[in-house]
Nanobody
Framework: QVQLVESGGGLVQAGDSLSISCVAS????????VAWFRQAPGKEREFLAA????????NYADSVKGRFTISRDNAKHTVYLQMDSLKPEDTAVYYC?????????????????WGQGTPVSVSS
């Protein structure tokens, strides 16, 4: 079992930056790929970014490429999502998820463990 807890969400203005974190506990965290997803009101959950177990292998959705950066610190059992140039359409609940694979896939079905989410609201 892997437990994931997100933090760092909040209310920001358009153009601001925000970094959110995901702390893991339980089984060996470092061998899993970890991803960030988000779900806006009335919309399906969408993939944002994923990082492989070494941290050097990453995968981004086209919608956030160049604005969001995913990173991980295995010593701290933590994965980060740095979000720059935020837009009102980035408003959503942000979830981290850990895969049973080391490959940073965008496929939700591969992510077995999920956090409870942290809300991000971007005002115009």
């Amino acid at each position: 079992q892997v437990q994931l807890v997100e933090s760092g969400g909040g209310l920001v203005q358009a153009g601001d930056s925000l970094s959110i974190s995901c702390v893991a506990s339980g089984r060996t965290f470092s061998v899993y790929a970890v991803a960030w997803f988000r779900q806006a009101p009335g919309k399906e959950r969408e993939f944002l970014a994923a990082v492989g177990w070494r941290g050097s292998n990453t995968n981004y959705a086209d919608s956030v490429k160049g604005r969001f950066t995913i990173s991980r610190d295995n010593a701290k059992h933590t994965v980060y999502l740095q979000m720059d140039s935020l837009k009102p359409e980035d408003t959503a609940v942000y979830y981290c998820a850990a895969s049973t694979s080391s490959v940073p896939s965008s496929r939700q079905v591969l992510y077995r463990y999920w956090g409870q989410g942290t809300p991000v609201s971007v005002s115009s």
